[in-house]
């Protein structure tokens, strides 16, 4: 069962507009949230991260958000530009272990 | 600049043939990572190794094994690739020497099995 879920497989987005991508787990041990991007026939690359102790990260036009009630966390991009358009993962790391578990990613279109 | 590299960027092989990928990174790096990409399935970890000579099975470690016989250096081995391993690889590093370090990833391997 994955530990970490990202339900929305695509999402599509005018240019200048806000990019919202959500992320769910279910591990209650999981104590630092990461996001990559990933360009076509290149790794991912890191984005952003957040630790359970706060509830806002922000970097530049990348914020992300997490809500440990709800165990969801979501990145939004303001704005987004054609740039964006990548496959985003949502990671998690879990205080027991040092190891990352990943979500299915998310498929970011930026339309001019 | 972290750089990790794989050493093929496509592969195409056959059912039973034995496969190696490989993966070198030049930044000292402690621990090395060997996932999986499959759409809709994320990024699934096969073995990581947290030192020369070390190992240790991820979530889907069947199939493969891994060598780390110097530090730059982790191999990925098919022993006997079946199609369900068509997928595509990707190697990643970190130093276990900094706080909460990213994964620092190659650019992956296509690997087609026929």
């Known amino acids: 069962d994955q530990q970490v879920k990202q339900n929305s497989p695509s999402l599509s987005v005018q240019e200048g507009r806000i990019s919202i991508l959500n992320c769910d787990y279910t591990?209650?041990?999981?104590?630092?949230f990461l996001w990559y991007k990933k360009y076509p026939a290149e790794g991912p690359t890191f984005l952003i991260s957040i630790s359970s102790i706060k509830d806002k990260n922000e970097d530049g036009r990348f914020t992300v958000f997490l809500n440990k009630s709800a165990k969801h966390l979501s990145l939004h991009i303001v704005p987004s530009q054609p740039g964006d358009s990548a496959v985003y993962f949502c990671?998690?790391?879990?205080?027991?272990?040092?190891?990352?578990?990943f979500g299915g990613g998310t498929r970011l279109m930026v339309k001019p | 600049d972290v750089k990790v590299t794989q050493s093929s960027r496509y592969l195409v092989k056959r059912t039973g043939e034995k496969v190696f990928l490989e993966c070198v990174q030049d930044m000292d790096h402690e621990n090395m990572f060997w996932y999986r990409q499959d759409p809709g399935l994320g990024l699934r970890l096969i073995y990581f190794s947290y030192d020369v000579k070390m190992k240790e099975k991820g979530d889907i470690p069947e199939g493969y094994s891994v060598s780390r016989e110097k530090k730059e250096r982790f191999s990925l081995i098919l022993e006997s690739a079946s199609t369900n391993q068509t997928s595509m690889y990707l190697c990643a590093s970190r130093s276990s020497r900094v706080f909460n370090e990213k994964l620092f990833f190659g650019s992956g391997t296509q690997l087609s099995v026929l």
């Open positions: 990671a998690a790391r879990n205080n027991a272990g040092n190891m990352l578990t």
């Open positions: 591990n209650s041990m999981f104590d630092y």
